[in-house]
T-cell receptor, first 114, second 115 residues
Framework: SAVISQKPSRDICQRGTSLTIQCQVD?????MFWYRQQPGQSLTLIAT?????????ESGFVIDKFPISRPNLTFSTLTVSNLSPEDSSIYLC???????????FGDGTRLSIL | GENVEQHPSTLSVQEGDSAVIKCTYS??????FPWYKQELGKGPQLIID?????GEKKDQRIAVTLNKTAKHFSLHITETQPEDSAVYFC??????????????FGQGTELSVKP
C-alpha cells in the first residue's frame, strides 16, 4: 500500500492562530480524505480533497475554518484556522486508489491549543 | 445518513482466547465494511475488509462476517496475543455514488489481551 507522510506529527499552537498540515503520498492516488479524531473518540470525516477543484465538506465542517488544497495527485494540505481549545484533536489524512478501493491512513497530526 | 454502532467499547481477554467485536449499520446502500486497528500514537491500520457480495472473509487469525439482512458485521480474532491489544474500529461506506468511499466509523473497541 502507499506510504503516507503527514507533517507536522504534533504541534502546540496559540489561540487565534492557524496551522497547516501536509499530507504527502509516495504514489498517485485518486482519493484523499481528511478526518478528525477528538481525544479518545472515533474518526469523523471532515472533507474529500479533490484534485484541481474545491474540497467537498461534510455537514458541520466549513471551508472558512478548514481550507483544503490539493494541487496534484500526491499532495494535500489541511489548514485549521482561528484555533480554539475545541480544535485540539488528531487530524488524519487517508488515501485510496479509487472510491471502491481500501483507504489507508497516515499517522496523523496531534494538535494542542494553549 | 449512515450510522454505525460498535460494541463493546472495551474488551479484556486472556492470551489465547478469542475476541469478537460487533457492528451494526443503518444504510442499506453501504456495501463495503473495513476494520482498522489503531495503536497508541499511530494512524488506523487496515486489517481486513469485506464487501457485501460475500458473507465471510478470513486472514490467518482474523475473520469478518457480514449479515446484510440484519445489517451487522463482526470481527473475530482467534488465539489472541498481547500485541493484538489496541483500539479497533469498524466502518461502512458505499463504494459508488456521491457518497462513494466516505467511511463512517463506529465508536471503537479498546481490546486488552492479558498475558
Amino acid at each position: 500500500s502507499a506510504v503516507i507522510s503527514q507533517k507536522p506529527s504534533r504541534d502546540i499552537c496559540q489561540r487565534g492562530t492557524s496551522l497547516t498540515i501536509q499530507c504527502q503520498v509516495d504514489s498517485q492516488v485518486t482519493m484523499m480524505f481528511w478526518y478528525r479524531q477528538q481525544p479518545g473518540q472515533s474518526l469523523t470525516l471532515i472533507a474529500t480533497a479533490n484534485q484541481g477543484s474545491e474540497a467537498t465538506y461534510e455537514s458541520g465542517f466549513v471551508i472558512d475554518k478548514f481550507p483544503i488544497s490539493r494541487p496534484n495527485l500526491t499532495f494535500s494540505t489541511l489548514t485549521v484556522s482561528n484555533l480554539s481549545p475545541e480544535d485540539s484533536s488528531i487530524y488524519l489524512c487517508s488515501v485510496a486508489g479509487a472510491s471502491n478501493q481500501p483507504q489507508h491512513f497516515g499517522d496523523g497530526t496531534r494538535l494542542s491549543i494553549l | 445518513g449512515e450510522n454505525v454502532e460498535q460494541h463493546p467499547s472495551t474488551l479484556s481477554v486472556q492470551e489465547g482466547d478469542s475476541a469478537v467485536i460487533k457492528c451494526t449499520y443503518s444504510d442499506s446502500a453501504s456495501n463495503y465494511f473495513p476494520w482498522y486497528k489503531q495503536e497508541l500514537g499511530k494512524g488506523p491500520q487496515l486489517i481486513i475488509d469485506i464487501r457485501s457480495n460475500v458473507g465471510e472473509k478470513k486472514d490467518q487469525r482474523i475473520a469478518v462476517t457480514l449479515n446484510k439482512t440484519a445489517k451487522h458485521f463482526s470481527l473475530h480474532i482467534t488465539e489472541t496475543q498481547p500485541e493484538d491489544s489496541a483500539v479497533y474500529f469498524c466502518a461502512a461506506s458505499p463504494l459508488a455514488g456521491n457518497q462513494g468511499g466516505k467511511l463512517i466509523f463506529g465508536q471503537g473497541t479498546e481490546l486488552s489481551v492479558k498475558p
